[in-house]
């Protein structure tokens, strides 16, 4: 078992036995051939640009889907027709013990991974030999959301061996999108744990504070009551106008505004238990009290939520859940006259996207933006804001996906609106020109789908009212 201490979640190392088994079971479906061996590679060690310092090791996600390792440089196979598994080790120098500390045995790298053989990395080429492999299949496949291509196996001497690099990647990816029972409860542990910190912040926030304070105390208490020594994705910790910046927090604007007596604050940060991972986003006013106009703009995201939570269930399709956040954020708009007009034409002009210029949600799994989202030939729909969703499939029983409306005064795209008389026509100039300063809200839950409808992982107060009294004190 796995686990970070008595307070915290004990993961059963045989969800990759079952994994696996997943794996093995879809590729036998798609008809590879007799006697295929699949060969994953883990990440590797390295060092932080041109120095000695060695950054904290995260395993490389489908090497951990399938093996469960935390050390870098191994090698992981499984014989598909059996379906046993074996893992090869660096052969570590004797000194190694004196600085990282003792030298695990083979026999000991079995016992704790719990996998049918283990051999030194050296030896791969001779251990695939005497399998006598009809293939190897190896992982190659780009991100969808990253552009970028996963690391195949290499070793000396793979070049005579037969390889299928076509076969593993949209199998294994496909195994990652629906949730077993096991994985499940790590997600639910470590949206629990989040859950927690998101509300220690609206208890904790006071203005006059630093964003990079409630970072620190998000990660204190994700740390220290949950275990968890990692987070998802740098942390989002945006007051004031930095509401309406994205992807706030980079190392260009490291969260370091002072914060102010009424600005909203959009908090987006998630805690990483076992490599698997939750993306919470709440937003709440710096003195505990909404203004009416922060109201209008908070419930604009708050019932687009609500009602694409309502929505879900398997069959639906993600687009279609994207399409009806923008309604009701504009809806909304309209009731309180910062849009006007035929909604309809509105949807058609895409004003949506100017007050909601990402996607409505992604996958969530291993990594934030887990994989799966356009499986095969499937296209972006081109247009403002959709065009940015990081999935477009239909929703089915077992994935965990984000729902993160939001309604954002941006100003880049609010002028740019005001000088489009396509778009302008929908817009009362007055009254954008007086929510400006508001901001951004983004409500970000992270939800399972059931064979009925939904399970929402996240547990923080939503409602305006909710939120005022959690940070009044009340439970």
Same mark, same amino acid.
């Given at each position: 078992t796995y686990s970070m201490g008595q307070q915290t979640a004990t993961v059963v190392r045989s969800l990759h036995a079952l994994n696996r088994q997943r794996l093995n079971g879809r590729l036998k479906k798609r008809g590879v051939k007799n006697g295929a061996i699949v060969l994953l590679q883990g990440g590797k060690s390295i060092m932080r640009h041109n120095t000695d310092h060695e950054p904290l090791f995260r395993q490389e996600s489908y090497f951990h889907w399938t093996f469960g390792v935390c050390e870098p440089d191994y090698y992981g196979a499984i014989d598909v027709d059996n379906n046993t598994s074996i893992l090869f080790c660096p052969k570590?120098?004797?000194?190694?013990?004196?600085?990282?500390? *003792? %030298?695990?045995?083979?026999?000991?790298? !079995?016992?704790?991974?719990?996998? #049918?053989?283990?051999? +030194?990395?050296?030896? =791969?080429?001779?251990?695939?030999?005497?399998?006598?492999?009809?293939?190897?299949?190896?992982?190659?496949?780009?991100?969808?959301?990253?552009?970028?291509?996963?690391?195949?196996?290499?070793?000396?001497?793979?070049?005579?061996?037969?390889?299928?690099?076509?076969?593993?990647?949209? *199998? %294994?990816?496909?195994?990652?999108?629906? !949730?077993?029972?096991?994985?499940? #409860?790590?997600?639910? +542990?470590?949206?629990? =744990?989040?859950?927690?910190?998101?509300?220690?912040?609206?208890?904790?926030?006071?203005?006059?504070?630093?964003?990079?304070?409630?970072?620190?105390?998000?990660?204190?208490?994700?740390?220290?009551?949950?275990?968890?020594?990692?987070?998802?994705?740098?942390?989002?910790?945006?007051?004031?106008?930095?509401?309406?910046?994205?992807?706030?927090?980079?190392?260009?604007?490291?969260?370091?505004?002072?914060i102010d007596d009424g600005d909203l604050c959009l908090v987006d940060m998630g805690a990483e238990y076992y490599c698997y991972t939750s993306d919470i986003t709440c937003t709440f006013p710096s003195n505990g009290k909404f203004t009416e106009d922060q109201k209008i703009i908070y419930n604009a995201a708050l019932k687009a939520n609500n009602a694409v939570e309502a929505a879900m269930k398997p069959g639906v399709q993600w687009t279609d859940m994207h399409r009806l956040a923008e309604r009701c954020i504009l809806e909304h708009l309209k009731e309180h006259d910062i849009v006007r007009g035929n909604l309809n034409d509105m949807i058609a002009a895409h004003v949506g996207a100017i007050f909601m210029p990402h996607g409505l949600g992604h996958f969530l799994g291993i990594d934030t933006h887990d994989v799966g989202g356009y499986p095969g030939d499937t296209k972006r729909i081109d247009e403002p804001g959709i065009r940015n969703l990081r999935a477009?499939?239909?929703?089915?029983?077992?994935?965990?996906?984000?729902?993160?409306?939001?309604?954002?005064?941006?100003?880049?795209?609010?002028?740019?609106?005001?000088?489009?008389?396509?778009?302008?026509?929908?817009?009362?100039?007055?009254?954008?020109?007086?929510?400006?300063?508001?901001?951004?809200?983004?409500?970000?839950?992270?939800?399972?789908?059931?064979?009925?409808?939904?399970?929402?992982?996240?547990?923080?107060?939503?409602?305006?009212?909710?939120?005022?009294?959690?940070?009044?004190?009340?439970?």
């Open positions: 570590l120098p004797a000194e190694y013990a004196v600085w990282m500390g *003792e %030298i695990l045995s083979t026999e000991q790298i !079995k016992n704790k991974y719990d996998v #049918d053989e283990v051999h +030194y990395t050296e030896e =791969i080429k001779q251990v695939l030999q005497a399998k006598k492999p009809s293939t190897l299949l190896l992982l190659k496949g780009k991100n969808t959301d990253s552009g970028l291509h996963t690391i195949e196996a290499d070793f000396d001497g793979i070049d005579s061996f037969e390889t299928d690099r076509t076969s593993l990647h949209p *199998e %294994i990816s496909e195994c990652r999108v629906t !949730k077993s029972h096991q994985e499940l #409860d790590i997600m639910r +542990y470590v949206n629990g =744990i989040s859950s927690q910190g998101h509300i220690q912040l609206m208890r904790s926030v006071r203005p006059g504070m630093k964003e990079y304070e409630l970072e620190s105390i998000f990660l204190n208490h994700c740390y220290s009551r949950g275990g968890c020594r990692y987070v998802a994705y740098s942390g989002i910790v945006a007051s004031g106008s930095n509401s309406a910046v994205l992807h706030y927090g980079h190392a260009a604007v490291p969260n370091n505004k002072t477009n499939r239909e929703l089915q029983e077992g994935m965990v996906i984000t729902v993160e409306p939001g309604c954002y005064l941006i100003n880049i795209l609010l002028d740019k609106a005001l000088n489009d008389p396509n778009q302008a026509q929908f817009l009362n100039k007055d009254r954008v020109e007086q929510l400006r300063n508001i901001g951004g809200v983004r409500i970000e839950d992270n939800v399972y789908v059931t064979a009925t409808g939904v399970e929402v992982l996240t547990k923080v107060p939503r409602t305006v009212e909710e939120i005022e009294a959690v940070m009044a004190g009340k439970d």
